[in-house]
Nanobody
């Protein structure tokens, strides 16, 4: 069973920065992609940033130029550096990992429990 442990959320003023971390532990042969999603009150969960095993990335339009996703393959860790934070970035941020538990077969998807980011105006 693979588990994700997120950290780094908290309260920050508009214009400030936070870095989220997510560590994956357990039976992992390889990781296909790691990403961060967020869900604000009353809204659907949305993709914020994704990084694949070839290190290509995708970002939600509103965070482009402000957020940076990176990963440490040796530590099975993904980071989200968030700069120039805005009140509309307030949400619970969830880590998502697609990994292979075996040398063959399809990947498995796992979610973290979420970490709250609150940006005050």
């Amino acid at each position: 069973q693979v588990q994700l442990v997120e950290s780094g959320g908290g309260l920050v003023q508009a214009g400030g920065s936070l870095t989220l971390s997510c560590v994956a532990s357990g039976r992992i042969v390889s990781i296909n992609a790691m990403g961060w999603y967020r869900q604000a009150p009353g809204k659907q969960r949305e993709l914020v940033a994704l990084i694949r095993d070839d290190r290509t990335t995708n970002y939600e339009d509103s965070v482009k130029g402000r957020f940076t996703i990176s990963r440490d393959n040796a530590e099975n860790t993904v980071y989200l550096q968030m700069n120039s934070l805005k009140p509309e970035d307030t949400a619970v941020y969830y880590c998502n990992v697609k990994y292979n538990p075996k040398w063959y077969g399809n990947y498995v998807e796992v979610w973290g429990r979420g970490t709250l980011v609150t940006v005050s105006s």
